[in-house]
């Protein structure tokens, strides 16, 4: 005989999970309130705990309209931005074209691997006085810091996208004698493509260190030298201004890539989450 099923009571969720899971659900009021939660404590802590002239929100807000309108500012963001986006370009076309080689043709991955990844870990700050040496103290030092910093990434994620190319693949190819330069292209390459996608994000990020770290040291101007010389004057709403813009940049690239690839690439995308 069977034995009756005892009714067990399922336990209801408490507030605070319900609370959890309608934030999860709505990852913009979550964002905004954690962003408030942050800027609450911020203005607290420097109120009752900091100098008066440390950074607090209220503050920056006070000084944004003025110091995002003023000529200086203005000139330094253009200049940063500008050279990051020539030194990722060049850092981009190069370390696509060696880091493919090098994931194809064993003679190139024996060579250069070494000290592709050697360099990678090198910090770059260890670098820059060399670079100023060979470049100068002026824009060219900076141009060298950035794609310094952004060349090993594209190119160490380009050797891995290579190297996972389908062996049938290429033994398709093989069979229908295609063209080297389709197989280069249309086959590694395009194969390759998300693995570039994600050292270029990764390279974007070590651009924009690699220039203002250029910029503190060789005293160049752009955003790097904005907040230097602004924290040295104690003029600390103006300076955090500059590190909100260099903020921005990361979020508006990372848009700017979301965009491009779903336009595009639909193929690209990662699993459909809520953000």
Known sequence: MTQPVANTAVPQPGPLYRLQQKFASTSVAAKIVAGLLILVAWELGVTFFAPKFVARPTNIIAVFPDVITE???????????????????????????????MGRVKVFDRLLNVYINGFYTMPMIAVLPLLTIWFGYED????????????FSIAINARDGARSVPPEYLEVARAYRARQRDVWFDITFMSSLPYLVAGFR?????????AVIAEFFVSLPGLGMYILSHTRSFAHNEAVVGVLMLAAFGLLFEATMNGVMRRFFPWYRREDRKD
């Open 71 to 101: 000529p200086e500012f203005i000139e330094a963001t253009l200049s940063t931005l500008f050279a990051v986006l020539q030194g990722l370009l060049i850092a981009l076309v190069s370390g696509t074209i060696i880091g493919i080689a």
């Open 140 to 151: 060219s030092a900076r141009l060298a810091t950035i794609v310094f910093a952004a060349f």
């Open 202 to 210: 990764l390279a974007a990020g070590r651009a924009l260190v690699g």
